[in-house]
């Protein structure tokens, strides 16, 4: 898949004036409209004096970033139609809705997709009144808003999601709008390097246009409040030909601003294509330094310059709503009729309300128009990958002999996950900070592919290249943001991360979460691949690392999101990692938070064992417990993570032979979904199931991988909810051995089968002496880990239970 | 509070032969005890030859960058001692804890402050067993590590902590070693415009030192891998004059590498000098490029240079252990004992095992030490704050007419705030995204103080100034990074955020709980100051930005931490926030989530009241309820938050117009621990006070500001837990009104009064009609709010309750 390096320049001359005229109509048309949704109810197209009752009761919205984002809409108009671009358009700026929905309004897309917002004078009111208005859109580039693959919400993220949607699409040009409110961001800043990791020949452009419009809320920006010397340093350091250019200010004439600024376009655009052209032919070996723009123009450019005697225009005071007391204060009004009338809408729009021509010369047609580009609405791309057969990349387990192998699961899926990338050359990545080969997908993974780099290689490098389904960078932001632009554009992946870093994107986890919430209730969206996690390297296993390694929240911060589009799952060994990956793979719509451990552990299911039981997602574990299966037990041990479910597996063992009587439950949960009741979650097991297997009344006794906290949250409505008893991580760690991490959080195997002897009515009395002896063989095991600093013998060994077999190191 | 010039400058010559072998000396004993620590159990001065046994059966710990760190701490030895600096050693290389130690150890710290690890052989046995070992220290430079205020687990916040050190320590040298890894974070590549912010005057010096060895875990870093030109351009862009250096490779001498860093560092130090003496005469008016150091030099330094077969020294496999089967392999062992004798030992320390005094010639004395600079162990220095008299700031509640007058409660603390500020001129700063006046602490506060910005300035800016006690830039990362090491280094401060993009920062609040939580049992650690958030912009208020604005979990991810740590606060009004923050800002070692609305809200408690409210963290509110107060209610109506305590005073009203003769009694919570039990959280409600007020048996409606599982979560161990029926956020968010928000999610006073009606036995037969009625004045309400895009009459007026009272708009 190589681009047609004829595709991006344009051989004509500069814009004729008629031209910039054209420029400057949708411009004025888009700027109109965008005043007119923070503004009017009712009046669109001013066919009467502005009345109080035509403006909004409450006035919401951000005018100040929204000129300078039509302006950019209109030139890249012009250019899409010259060059036949396929072009993307991010807006950083968070609160630029009024404009990206103005603009897909000019378009046609938004009358195509909501048909009751038709190019009528009805139906200019009903785009003004739904903005910001109960049961309408939301003020930033929403998922509502055709074309946006960002919301403006959350700042930040404009740049990475670019980069994200870049990848693997070498025909498509990306123009990102950064703010410069949010350019002080931590992962803006960082997101400059995605350059270091781009392939020019088959993936897309990413055009960075960083707009300084000077001020954020309250404040100026500090890339505004820079020299130049210093600002065009800061874009060469990051990899970029920097092309600077002022308009608006000092009363410009607008013809002018647009002239100059259609010329540093086609000047980026052009360095674009050569840069595209020597990369198709293969003459550009060298990472290329790409274009990046940096639009300086006023804040709220053509909006009222002075208000109540104070400079409104070019400062922040025109961040918002520039003119707040409209129905109250008739000079407010008056200067509201006259920025809407400077627009000169009757030169805009016919009787009926519709466009004229004249304005919308410059539209592009079809798919070609940004708000219609369907890599915006990355479901209607979306192909399901081509997965093989998982089931033949399974570690063998013999059902006699369970427990007898030790494999690591990461590596495990690591195999099938290289034929996955074998088959799937093209819509299918890899995002890591640093630790795919730490978390042990690799070496299988750099069997089938390389990491991708585009930054110097040296002799020694190993798993280079310009090509590769791996990219790995020491931000989690970056991982994260790259996957959403990836997944958001149609094309499938998964990010392994630690897990306690996990929590480094807490919060853009959150705002994807949110996106694909509100998408569910969007027709026109088709529903884009899983966003898929591996948090491995979790914490039971972070001993040597220690405590700031140290965190299972993630899960919880998942789980407040919506249960129709979170999922949280625990396979406990390679083969339950397998068949849960392979459902991740294939759905769509979720964020999917898979927990396993990368370390030697032994096996347990058989590869169809291990499917039945994530399809069911919880069930009975028949081979580990006690008593006749087809009766109540005397107790319940459950589990949900893969130490958890070792550590139960041995407590079930000791009781299996010291308690022989004891009739013991053994579950396992992968899915923690179906904990819920089935009215909080779309997995949610019904009560008769759940106490069918969970009892209701008698001790649960459950090791969970977690904060303990989250397993009462899920099952606080079931009946049997007292006598459950949750051991977990209590936030008890330090640098030591495996077991005395589970110990330090009575997780531990002998910890667990004491609480069962406490639970169980009478065994306490009747096994004072076994209680003792555990409580010893705990103690002992305990001091053997910290005073030779290993784990017992093999903590994968869950075998070794006897009180009486503390081996000499 | 200004510096003295002449400090930082050294009149002297370039460091003397003897100077750098004073050097060679430091920098060989400290690398010899780093790699002591990662691999000896005994034989710790290598008296014999090296047998299998004086190997720690596991091998953990970071070579790689240490050899760096250590080269860095050396020479900075030579300048304090030249130069008389006041300096503070900031390592962001994560693991780099050896070397950390190894120099705390020959500065004589380490032994002063842990007396079992002396200055003899025993006291090295000592200090290699317990690193990376059970019972021992981490691997990172952590709170057991002297001189450091910077965990090295997660990375990415070295430079923001360094500023944070730095702010209004005119004196202070802040050395800042930034690895090339972390340098990849975002809130790494957003620190470096911390220099904008920065007086040169009266606030520190943050000499950044970028440390290139080249790589991360298993891949290239991308600042090691761009030309010299885009790096040097990149630091120029940061505002930095950059100084380049390279040493070590090639096998150049050792003594050649010396030499010339040692030249930087003077040419980088004499830059700062001149720098402070203008900013000292006031000839300094522009924002300085202050230097930067860019250290290239091989990963893993000294280490082996070829292991079986394959380069390590200078590659990433030099990362971790570049021995790894020195146990067992017995060319391994060999390797290892050349590589330590190497170092030669012999000339390094004496017979009993102390540093000779030509390893430890460079050493500077007492708190000049890095080790033991009383700034990196801020207790030390804290000095309470002078608090004035926050009741003065009140606001004046009428026993007889609560709920009658409104105000905005963050206003009202940032009143207060104004004078703690006047009064506290040099050690109490807030810091915010941008949002201090958005979350209307301004316009009080900037009536006491400005904004510190050392960018450019421009005619028409308000608040700006050269010094100022608030620090704003729109990024939540820079904030609480610069707060923390603000608060690490004994001073005072508050970080007010939107509640929901709190969550940007959840892991880093993971990291500083953690932090303080070891440092809770390191006797030597005074406690710091509490690091304080205040959350406005809150969930229930977030109508107008919508549904990416709306998330109360940061909450959630707090409750996870130590309960020795973190307290949690939901003040419902004006005068209850005044006495939630200053318990606050009296208090030490915490981390205090303060949540409170900015919005005008009817206000309810006397300033007496609230004191005694808040100190004891819940209560009943006997004039909201009704029937005897001494006898046990009907059902109880809870509340945490300020919205939901609204809701709940309105349906209790609504319940006392209508059911007068039902027993209600009104409970707020203001400090979440309380609801816990006793032996979960130091707040925790003993079992009977918490039924005296909750009742074991009757129904408890909880209307709660955030996701209700966390009330579940803090109750489940309490006896009336199953009769507990909280409201709260679910996730149910939109662009709407105040009063919709609430009803979406079923917390509004209507859905309550229903809620009781459904709970209390025999109520909902006897009123079904006022049930219909409730329900039919909801739906009412929302039509209204919905149709008019406004606000039922004022949501803050509690008394627009009747199902009949519907106005027009």
New interface residues.
């Given amino acids: 898949m190589t681009t047609n390096p004829t595709a991006w320049r344009h051989a004509g001359s500069e814009p004729s004036p008629s031209t910039l005229e054209d420029i400057h109509a949708w411009w004025r048309a888009a700027n109109y409209l965008s005043v007119g949704q923070i503004y009017l109810l009712d009046n669109p197209l001013l066919r009467r004096p502005l009345a109080p009752g035509d403006i909004?009761?409450?006035l919401?919205g951000h005018w100040g970033t929204t000129p300078g984002l039509n302006f950019l809409y209109a030139h890249l108009n012009r250019t899409i139609l010259e060059r036949d671009l396929n072009a993307l358009y991010i807006t950083g700026p968070g609160h630029g809705g009024p404009g990206m929905v103005a603009n897909a309004y000019l378009d046609g897309t938004y009358s195509e997709i909501y048909p009751d917002i038709d190019r009528t004078e009805a139906g200019l009111s009903a785009l003004f009144r739904q903005f910001?208005?109960?049961?309408?859109?939301?003020?930033?580039a929403?998922p509502e808003t055709p074309g946006s693959i960002n919301?403006?919400?959350?700042?930040?993220y404009s740049l990475v999601h670019a980069y994200g949607a870049a990848f693997d699409n070498p025909d498509l040009l990306v123009a990102c709008v950064i703010g410069d409110?949010?350019a002080?961001?931590?992962?803006?800043?960082?997101?400059?390097?995605g350059n270091?990791f781009l392939n020019p020949s088959q993936d897309g452009v990413v055009l960075p246009i960083l707009h300084l419009n000077g001020y954020?809320?309250?404040?100026?920006?500090?890339l505004a409040?820079?020299?130049d010397?210093?600002?065009?340093?800061?874009?060469?350091?990051?990899?970029h030909e920097p092309f600077l250019v002022t308009v608006g200010f000092d009363g410009e004439d607008p013809l002018e601003s647009h002239a100059r600024f259609a010329g540093v376009l086609d000047d980026a655009l052009d360095r674009i294509a050569d840069i595209k052209a020597s990369a198709a032919t293969g003459e550009l070996v060298e990472r290329p330094a790409w274009p990046a723009i940096v639009l300086r123009s006023p804040k709220g450019w053509t909006g009222p310059a002075v208000v109540d005697g104070l400079?409104v225009e070019g400062?922040w005071r025109s961040h918002q709503v520039p003119l707040a007391g409209v129905r109250d204060n008739p000079e407010h009004l008056r200067l509201l009729e006259d920025w809407l009338r400077s627009y000169r809408p009757d030169d805009l729009f016919d009787d009926g309300g519709a466009p004229l021509e004249v304005t919308t010369a410059l539209a592009p047609v079809g798919q070609r128009r940004m708000s219609a580009n369907p890599v915006a609405n990355g479901g209607q791309l979306r192909k399901p990958l081509r997965l093989g057969e998982f089931r033949e990349h399974a570690h063998p387990v013999v059902a006699a002999q369970r427990g007898a192998t030790n494999a690591e699961a990461t590596r495990t899926l690591g195999d099938w996950l290289a034929e996955v990338i074998r088959r799937n050359p093209d819509n299918f990545r890899i995002f890591g900070p640093?630790?795919?080969?730490?978390n042990r997908l690799a070496p299988p993974v750099y069997e089938a592919t390389d990491?991708q780099?585009n930054?110097?290689?040296?002799v020694?490098?190993e798993h280079?290249a310009s090509t590769g389904r791996v990219i790995?960078?020491?931000?989690?932001?970056?991982c994260q943001g790259w996957l959403e632009g990836y997944v958001l554009t149609g094309r499938h992946g998964l990010f392994n991360s630690y897990e306690?870093?996990t929590?480094?994107v807490?919060?853009m986890f959150?705002?994807h979460a949110?996106w694909l919430?509100?998408s569910l209730h969007i027709p026109w969206r088709a529903p884009v691949p899983s966003f898929n996690y591996l948090l491995s390297s979790h914490v039971w296993r972070q001993d040597?690392?220690?405590?700031?390694?140290q965190?299972p929240?993630f899960i919880?911060?998942a789980?407040?999101?919506?249960p129709d589009v979170v999922r949280v799952y625990l396979p406990f060994d390679a083969n339950t990692l397998l068949a849960t990956y392979d459902h991740c793979l294939r759905s769509v719509g979720h964020i999917n938070v898979v927990v396993s451990g990368k370390q030697p552990a032994p096996q347990w299911l058989t590869i169809d064992e291990a499917i039945e039981h994530c399809a069911r997602g919880l069930g009975i574990l028949p081979w580990a417990g006690t008593g006749d299966p087809g009766t109540e037990p005397d107790v319940v041990l459950a589990a949900a993570g893969d130490v958890p479910t070792l550590e139960v597996l041995a407590a079930a063992s000791l009781l299996r032979e010291h308690v022989p009587d004891l009739a013991v439950r053994v579950v396992n949960v992968v899915d923690l979904g179906r904990l819920q009741s089935e009215d909080q979650h779309p997995h949610g097991l019904p009560d008769r199931e759940f106490d069918a297997i969970f009892t209701p009344d008698k001790p649960v006794i459950f090791a969970y991988h977690g904060?303990p906290?989250?397993i009462?949250?899920l099952t606080?409505k079931r009946a049997g909810?007292?006598n459950l008893h949750v051991h977990g991580f209590m936030?008890k760690g330090?640098?030591?051995?495996p077991f005395?991490m589970v110990m330090l959080n009575d997780l531990d195997r002998y910890r667990l089968a004491i609480d069962v002897i406490d639970r169980v009515p009478g065994l306490a009395t009747r096994h004072s002496t076994l209680r003792q002896e555990l409580q010893d063989a705990r103690l002992r095991a305990r001091d053997y880990?910290?005073?030779?600093?290993?784990d017992i013998p093999d903590v994968a060994d869950w075998r070794w239970l006897a009180p009486d077999t503390t081996p000499a190191?």
């Fill in positions: 909004k009761p409450r919401l910001s208005f109960p049961g309408g859109i939301p003020s930033h929403s919301e403006g919400g959350e700042l930040g409110g949010e002080e961001t931590g992962p803006l800043a960082a997101a400059w390097h270091k954020k809320i309250a404040n100026p920006t500090v409040r820079i020299p010397e210093e600002l065009i340093a800061l874009l060469r350091g990051y990899g400079p400062t640093d630790e795919t080969a730490s990491k780099w930054a110097e290689v040296e020694g490098d280079l790995e960078i020491l931000s989690e932001h970056l306690a870093f929590h480094i807490d919060s959150n705002q949110k919430e509100a040597h690392n220690g405590f700031s390694h965190d929240g919880d911060v789980l407040n999101k919506s904060y906290w989250a009462h949250r606080y909810h007292q936030e330090t640098t030591t051995t005395d880990t910290r005073r030779h600093g290993i190191p």
